[in-house]
Nanobody, 124 residues
Framework: QAQLVESGGGLVQAGDSLRLSCVLS????????MGWFRQAPGKEREFVAT????????FYADSVKGRFTISRDNAKNTVYLQMNSLKPEDTAVYYC?????????????????WGQGTQVTVSS
């Protein structure tokens, strides 16, 4: 059974950094593109970043471009989201997801497995 487990969330101040990690078990990690999404209270889930199975193709939401970096380590079955220069508007529950669309996707409906989410709170 596939399972995604995120970690690394927390409470930080504006301008700080955090690194989220997400481990996939029960499936062959390198067979999947990975994505990060987030959902703030009262808002819909939104795309943050995606990385292809090989790591060659990466896409970001405009709101995080230049501040966030997605990466993956296929040997560790782990995808990361390095978040720098955090802003209060980055406050949300962050979810990682795995997709058989190996080139990556910004559409949540194209993801097959989801983690439980990790809370990121950025204070001003």
């Amino acid at each position: 059974q596939a399972q995604l487990v995120e970690s690394g969330g927390g409470l930080v101040q504006a301008g700080d950094s955090l690194r989220l990690s997400c481990v996939l078990s029960g499936r062959t990690f390198s067979s999947y593109a990975m994505g990060w999404f987030r959902q703030a209270p009262g808002k819909e889930r939104e795309f943050v970043a995606t990385i292809s199975w090989s790591g060659d193709n990466i896409f970001y939401a405009d709101s995080v471009k230049g501040r966030f970096t997605i990466s993956r380590d296929n040997a560790k079955n782990t995808v990361y989201l390095q978040m720098n220069s955090l802003k209060p508007e980055d406050t949300a529950v962050y979810y990682c997801a795995a997709s058989v669309h190996r080139g990556g996707s910004r559409w949540p409906q194209e993801y097959d497995y989801w983690g439980q989410g990790t809370q990121v709170t950025v204070s001003s």
